[in-house]
C-alpha cells in the first residue's frame, strides 16, 4: 500500500469538488447533471430526463421506474473529471417524500448547487433543502435553469431568492435575452459577452460559444440596439445596488452567486461548471465524537483514512443481487481491499471491490482521497451512519432520522414466496427507503411506515422489480408519530394511539390525528415527543 507524502495528499484533496444538486421537481437538476457528463466528456451524447420517442434515458438515473416516471427517486452518485479536477456529485431525489434521502446524502456534500426554474421561480422543496443546507452550514451556489422558456424578469428572481430564501444574492453572470430570444450570457468578472449557438437537438453535443466585448460593434448587430440598452441598463444596476461576491462571503454562507442558463440547450452551462471548479471548496474538517463524548475534529489531509456510510442501496446490478453501501470518505487516502475499523460492530473488515459510480456502470478503485465517494459491496455488515476508519476510537456524527407520516401492513399475494419478501423488506430497511415497525410486544404483524406515499410505491414496485414478489398494502389510520423518549410503562397514550418498537427497538408513538400527538404531550410532562433523531 502506497502512502502518499503530505504534498500529494494535499494535492489530490485539494482537487476534490464533492457537491450534491438540490431543488425543486422538474426545475432540471437531473438535466443538469447530465450536462455535466457531457462537457467532462464521459457522455459524447447526453440523454433526455424522459427516454421518449428513442431519446436515452438520463444517465444519472439507472432504476427503471425513475426512467418511466422521469424523476429521480434514489440518491445516485457518481464521480469523474472536469478540467483536471476530482467531481463526485450527488443527485438528489427531488421529490419530498425522499425528503430523507436526501438529507442524509447533503451530509456528504461540500457545497451545493440549488436550481432554480426560471418560470416558477423558489419553489417549496427547494426552500426545505436549501434550510438544510443552511443548517449544516453548506455554500450554496444558484443555477437559474430555463432561460430559453417564458419566465420571470431577472432581476425579479434575484430578488425573490433573496426574500425567500434570506441570503444575498450576486449575479456572476447576467443573460442576454429571454425565452426564445436567449442567446447568451454576460460575465461579469471577465467583462465578456458569451454569445452561444446550438449543434444539435435537444442539446445533445455541447453549445458553441463565441466571445464579444460588450463595446463590439458585431455584438450589437447580433442582439440588437433594444436588447443591447437593457443589458446594459442591467448592468449599470448590478453595479451600482448589486451585492458583491466575496468567496469568503460565500463559504459562510452569506451569499449565493447567481448564474442564469439554459441546462437543455447548453446555453451558460459551460461557464457555470468552470465558475463552480473555482469557487467551490475542496473537503473540509468534519467534526466526530470520541468514545468518550469528546468532540474532536477530523482534518482530510493530517488524519489516516476514515469515512462514513451516508447510503446502501441493493441490487443495482441484478446480475450481481448485491448490495452496496457508499461511503464519503472524510480523511486520508483509501486503497483497494484496506482493513479498517468497523466503529459500531467493534471488529476489523476488509474493504474489498470498491467502485467509483457513473450511474449504475461500475468502475473498480484501486484508490481514493478524502472527498471522494466510494461504492463498497455490503454483505450484510454496513448500515447507514456506520464510521470506518484506520484509528478507531470516535463517530462521526449521527445522521437524521425522520419520524414517519403514514402506515401500513403489507403482505406477499403468494405466500409461497415469503422468504424473498422478507429478504427485500429488511434490505430497503437498512437502505432507510422505508422503516419497518413491530408491536410493542415483538408479536404480530410489522408495519412498515414512510415520510410519503411515493416511498410506499416505490417499495412496492422494488418488490416485485427485483424480488419476483407481488404484494397487497393496506393502509392504517395514523398519519403522524414520534419517538418516545421517557418510561415507556409509565406513558399514558391516547386510546387510539399505538405504542410500537422501531427495528433498534426503540419507542415510537403513532397518532391518528396531530391533535393527539399534542394532547398526548400535554398528559406526559415527564416523557419527551421526538420528530427527529439525530
Known amino acids: 500500500?502506497?502512502?502518499?507524502?503530505?504534498?500529494?495528499?494535499?494535492?489530490?484533496?485539494?482537487?476534490?469538488?464533492?457537491?450534491?444538486?438540490?431543488?425543486?421537481?422538474?426545475?432540471?437538476?437531473?438535466?443538469?447533471?447530465?450536462?455535466?457528463?457531457?462537457?467532462?466528456?464521459?457522455?459524447?451524447?447526453?440523454?433526455?430526463?424522459?427516454?421518449?420517442?428513442?431519446?436515452?434515458?438520463?444517465?444519472?438515473?439507472?432504476?427503471?421506474?425513475?426512467?418511466?416516471?422521469?424523476?429521480?427517486?434514489?440518491?445516485?452518485?457518481?464521480?469523474?473529471?472536469?478540467?483536471?479536477?476530482?467531481?463526485?456529485?450527488?443527485?438528489?431525489p427531488g421529490h419530498q417524500d425522499f425528503s430523507e434521502d436526501t438529507y442524509r446524502t447533503l451530509t456528504a456534500a461540500d457545497c451545493a448547487i440549488m436550481v432554480i426554474d426560471a418560470a416558477k421561480g423558489v419553489e417549496r422543496q427547494t426552500r426545505k433543502l436549501f434550510e438544510v443546507c443552511r443548517l449544516r452550514q453548506i455554500p450554496v451556489l444558484t443555477?437559474?435553469?430555463?432561460?430559453?422558456?417564458?419566465?420571470?424578469?431577472?432581476?425579479?428572481?434575484?430578488?425573490?431568492?433573496?426574500?425567500?430564501?434570506?441570503?444575498?444574492?450576486?449575479?456572476?453572470?447576467?443573460?442576454?435575452?429571454?425565452?426564445?430570444?436567449?442567446?447568451?450570457?454576460?460575465?461579469?468578472?471577465?467583462?465578456?459577452?458569451?454569445?452561444?449557438?446550438?449543434?444539435?437537438?435537444?442539446?445533445?453535443?455541447?453549445?458553441?460559444?463565441?466571445?464579444?466585448?460588450?463595446?463590439?460593434?458585431?455584438?450589437?448587430?447580433?442582439?440588437?440596439?433594444?436588447?443591447?440598452?437593457?443589458?446594459?441598463?442591467?448592468?449599470?444596476?448590478?453595479?451600482?445596488?448589486?451585492?458583491?461576491?466575496?468567496?469568503?462571503?460565500?463559504?459562510?454562507?452569506?451569499?449565493?452567486?447567481?448564474?442564469?442558463?439554459?441546462?437543455?440547450?447548453?446555453?451558460?452551462?459551460?461557464?457555470?461548471?468552470?465558475?463552480?471548479?473555482?469557487?467551490?471548496?475542496?473537503?473540509?474538517?468534519?467534526?466526530?465524537?470520541?468514545?468518550?463524548?469528546?468532540?474532536?475534529?477530523?482534518?482530510?489531509?493530517?488524519?489516516?483514512?476514515?469515512?462514513?456510510?451516508?447510503?446502501?442501496?441493493?441490487?443495482?446490478?441484478?446480475?450481481?443481487?448485491?448490495?452496496?453501501?457508499?461511503?464519503?470518505?472524510?480523511?486520508?487516502?483509501?486503497?483497494?481491499?484496506?482493513?479498517?475499523?468497523?466503529?459500531?460492530?467493534?471488529?476489523?473488515?476488509?474493504?474489498?471491490?470498491?467502485?467509483?459510480?457513473?450511474?449504475?456502470?461500475?468502475?473498480?478503485?484501486?484508490a481514493g482521497y478524502a472527498g471522494d465517494i466510494v461504492g463498497v459491496i455490503n454483505p450484510g455488515v454496513f448500515s447507514v451512519g456506520d464510521t470506518i476508519s484506520l484509528t478507531g476510537g470516535f463517530n462521526f456524527k449521527p445522521l437524521p432520522q425522520f419520524q414517519p407520516e403514514i402506515f401500513g401492513k403489507i403482505n406477499p399475494k403468494d405466500v409461497g414466496k415469503r422468504k424473498s419478501f422478507d429478504k427485500g423488506l429488511k434490505q430497503l430497511a437498512e437502505e432507510g427507503a422505508i422503516q419497518l415497525l413491530h408491536p410493542n410486544d415483538l408479536s404480530g404483524d410489522l408495519i412498515v411506515a414512510a415520510v410519503g406515499q411515493l416511498q410506499f410505491e416505490v417499495m412496492q414496485y422494488r418488490l416485485k422489480d427485483e424480488y419476483g414478489v407481488e404484494t397487497t398494502l393496506n393502509m392504517l389510520p395514523y398519519n403522524c408519530s414520534a419517538w418516545l423518549i421517557g418510561d415507556v410503562a409509565a406513558f399514558q397514550k391516547p386510546s387510539n394511539a399505538s405504542l410500537v418498537l422501531d427495528r433498534w427497538e426503540r419507542p415510537i408513538v403513532l397518532f391518528g390525528e396531530q391533535w393527539e400527538k399534542q394532547y398526548a404531550m400535554k398528559q406526559n410532562p415527564n416523557h419527551q415527543l421526538v420528530d427527529l433523531l439525530a
Open 1 to 92: 500500500m502506497n502512502q502518499p507524502t503530505n504534498d500529494q495528499l494535499h494535492e489530490q484533496i485539494g482537487k476534490r469538488r464533492t457537491f450534491a444538486i438540490i431543488s425543486h421537481p422538474d426545475a432540471g437538476k437531473t438535466t443538469l447533471t447530465e450536462k455535466l457528463l457531457l462537457y467532462s466528456g464521459m457522455l459524447h451524447t447526453a440523454g433526455m430526463v424522459r427516454g421518449r420517442k428513442g431519446r436515452k434515458a438520463a444517465a444519472s438515473d439507472w432504476m427503471a421506474m425513475e426512467q418511466e416516471r422521469g424523476i429521480s427517486i434514489t440518491a445516485s452518485a457518481m464521480q469523474f473529471v472536469y478540467k483536471d479536477t476530482v467531481i463526485n456529485v450527488l443527485d438528489t
Open 143 to 366: 443555477f437559474i435553469n430555463k432561460m430559453d422558456m417564458p419566465g420571470q424578469d431577472p432581476l425579479d428572481l434575484m430578488q425573490e431568492v433573496e426574500n425567500v430564501l434570506q441570503i444575498h444574492s450576486s449575479a456572476i453572470n447576467w443573460p442576454i435575452g429571454t425565452g426564445r430570444e436567449f442567446t447568451g450570457v454576460y460575465d461579469r468578472p471577465t467583462r465578456q459577452a458569451l454569445i452561444f449557438s446550438k449543434t444539435s437537438v435537444g442539446g445533445a453535443q455541447k453549445a458553441l460559444v463565441t466571445k464579444y466585448k460588450l463595446d463590439d460593434p458585431e455584438l450589437l448587430t447580433l442582439i440588437g440596439d433594444s436588447e443591447m440598452n437593457k443589458l446594459k441598463q442591467d448592468l449599470e444596476l448590478l453595479e451600482e445596488a448589486g451585492n458583491t461576491f466575496t468567496q469568503e462571503d460565500f463559504l459562510q454562507g452569506k451569499v449565493t452567486p447567481v448564474f442564469f442558463a439554459s441546462a437543455l440547450t447548453n446555453f451558460g452551462v459551460e461557464p457555470f461548471f468552470d465558475a463552480f471548479i473555482e469557487f467551490a471548496p475542496s473537503p473540509h474538517a468534519r467534526p466526530a465524537n470520541k468514545i468518550s463524548g469528546e468532540e474532536i475534529s477530523i482534518d482530510p489531509a493530517r488524519d489516516p483514512f476514515s469515512a462514513y456510510v451516508f447510503k446502501i442501496q441493493a441490487n443495482m446490478d441484478k446480475r450481481h443481487r448485491d448490495s452496496m453501501a457508499f461511503l464519503r470518505i472524510c480523511s486520508g487516502k483509501f486503497d483497494r481491499d484496506l482493513a479498517v475499523k468497523h466503529h459500531r460492530l467493534g471488529r476489523e473488515v476488509r474493504l474489498s471491490r470498491p467502485h467509483s459510480m457513473v450511474a449504475g456502470e461500475r468502475t473498480t478503485l484501486d
